[in-house]
């Protein structure tokens, strides 16, 4: 490669464009000293934040929130945090990689196990959750904490395999076709309903960015089937509640507020239906 193509190859690269960030000493000061491979997660935190950005500047400040699971040495979720006008950021990691955090704003680190059951209390309908090579099971379970909660977006960077269920075991041609790693992410991106793309400019070959956003209509749907459950919850005590009550509000306040045009009506007869 001669040097002009060298150059341009180094403008693009991810570490090129955060070691221009005014920000860039403030993250590499805290998490100092850091282990070699800082350019590595460098890369994959920029894959991450990328693909969040215009999401978060599409809506009015410190609407979303930020959880970074698996964080070990919070990378993505500092930068995150010195990037984005988001109300917070919080990490988490069964191990507590202690630095003085005190400099990043509305940001904390947490020591939680993320199979803990009320790991869920950190997540709302605001949040967007973030993880950076969790490996093998562990990011199965960042796609079912997507599907369990009401998160607004997932956005994950798989690393290495796990067990993949019988069913996908089968499906050798997958693997001999397109590889290991990547019959994984496929995997994990059908468990989340999520979009799949692989970043070259991350310095690490386990570079499959899993993307999953929940709609305004799969919230409302949702809130819609969580209605459903509770109502024959409550049927079931000889409680008769119309679904308006249950949504706390009038039909047409509920869907002005989620931004919705549809006949509910209509909606609810066809979940009826499909038994939702
Ligand atoms: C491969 S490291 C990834 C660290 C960092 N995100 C990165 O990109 O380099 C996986 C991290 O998951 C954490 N971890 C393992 N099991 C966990 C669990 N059950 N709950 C929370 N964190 C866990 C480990 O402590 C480790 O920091």
């Known amino acids: 490669m001669n040097t002009e193509l060298k150059e341009k190859a180094k403008e693009k690269s991810y570490l090129h464009k955060f070691l221009n960030l005014k920000c860039a000493g403030t993250l590499l000061g805290t998490l100092y000293p850091i282990s070699s491979g800082v ?13 969040i950005k215009d999401r978060i500047f599409n809506k009015e400040r410190d609407y979303y929130n930020i959880v970074e699971l698996c964080a070990g040495n919070p990378v993505t979720g500092i930068l995150a945090r010195l990037l984005f006008p988001v109300s917070s950021v919080t990490s988490v990691d069964k191990r507590l990689i202690e630095r003085d955090y005190s400099q990043i704003r509305d940001y904390k680190y947490i020591q939680k196990n993320i199979y803990d059951k009320d790991i869920v ?19 199965i379970r960042v796609a079912e904490l997507f599907n369990i909660t009401k998160a607004a977006g997932l956005y994950f960077i798989p690393c290495c395999h796990g067990s993949l269920p019988e069913r996908w075991k089968q499906r050798q041609f997958l693997k001999e076709n397109i590889g290991v790693y990547q019959t994984w992410c496929f995997y994990l991106a059908v468990l989340c309903n999520g979009h799949l793309e692989e970043d070259k400019h991350c310095l690490s070959p386990k570079n499959i ?6 709609s305004e209509k799969d919230i409302f749907l949702k809130k819609l089937k969580d209605g459903f459950d509770f109502r024959d919850k409550l049927m079931s005590l000889g ?38």
């Open 39 to 51: 350019e590595k997660e460098v890369s994959e935190a920029w894959a991450i934040t990328r693909r």
């Open 121 to 139: 209390d950190l997540i709302n309908s605001k949040t967007i959750i973030i993880s950076s090579h969790p490996c093998k099971n562990l990011a």
């Open 209 to 214: 960015v899993i993307s999953a956003i929940r």
């Open 239 to 276: 409680m008769p509640v119309s679904t308006d009550m249950l949504l706390g509000k009038s039909k047409e306040d509920f869907l002005k507020e989620i931004g919705i045009d549809m006949d509910m009506d209509k909606v609810i007869e066809s979940m009826k239906e499909e038994k939702l």
